[in-house]
């Protein structure tokens, strides 16, 4: 079974700072998606950015970026120049990339505050 | 709009007393999905269904019911709910790819706050 695992329960960083959020996870397979997932105060889900482990290169999105590391099992989120709207809970997900039952497992979370 | 629809968003309900939290989708998707999240546990999966009539159990499916009747629809049934299902649920949907590989982006609902006392 997989397992992911968000090590960091809470984090603050100042407006228009730099943060990084840390995943690691627990898998035998080779092929698989990892994504983060931002949880607002809304309770929405919100699809953040999304990798796949057969590319090689780190996914980027806007201010978001993610380090992969395949070989340490590792996948750590970099929010820069933070924002107020970015103060929310952050969810690593995994899913495998073949079979018939998916489903993503998610980490813990970690709850993120953007002050002034 | 694409989207996911629970209802309701909200509710408190008795011990043993039997309710059913809907979820409804308008994008034609084929898989859809049951979380609920619990402090420090993250989301966890309860039940997914990978077309009508086509149901299986997630990682905490204890207590809970669920039916795909109609493709759009997948609703939650708790026959006889306890205060340890007191949580904040949702609901998911997505494109199934190929070989039954479900397309990564996952559409969530608003979610459904559910407490029993």
């Known amino acids: ?116 | 709009e694409a989207q996911v629809t629970q209802n309701p968003r909200y509710l408190i309900t008795v011990t043993g007393k039997k309710l059913t939290v809907t979820c409804s989708q308008n994008m034609n998707h084929e898989y859809m999905s049951w979380y609920r999240q619990d402090p420090g546990l993250g989301l966890r999966q309860i039940y997914y269904s990978m077309n009508v009539e086509v149901t299986d159990k997630g990682d905490v499916p204890e207590g809970y019911k669920v039916s795909r009747k109609e493709k759009r629809n997948f609703p939650l049934i708790l026959e006889s709910p306890s205060p340890n299902q007191t949580s904040l649920y949702f609901c998911a949907s997505s494109f199934l790819g190929g070989r039954g590989v479900m397309n990564t982006e996952a559409f969530f609902g608003q979610g459904t706050r559910l407490t029993v006392v």
């Open chain 1, 1 to 116: 079974a997989q397992t992911v695992t968000q090590s960091q329960p809470e984090m603050s960083v100042q407006e228009a700072e730099t943060v990084t959020l840390s995943c690691t996870y627990d898998t035998s397979e080779s092929n698989y998606y990892l994504f983060w997932y931002k949880q607002p105060p809304s309770r929405q889900m919100i699809l953040v950015i999304r990798q796949e482990a057969y590319k090689q290169q780190n996914a980027t999105e806007n201010r978001f970026s993610v380090n992969f590391q395949k070989a340490a099992k590792s996948f750590s989120l970099k929010i820069s120049d933070s924002q107020l709207g970015d103060t929310a809970m952050y969810f690593c997900a995994f899913m495998k990339h073949t079979g018939t039952a998916s489903k993503l497992t998610f980490g813990t979370g970690t709850r993120l505050q953007v002050t002034l």
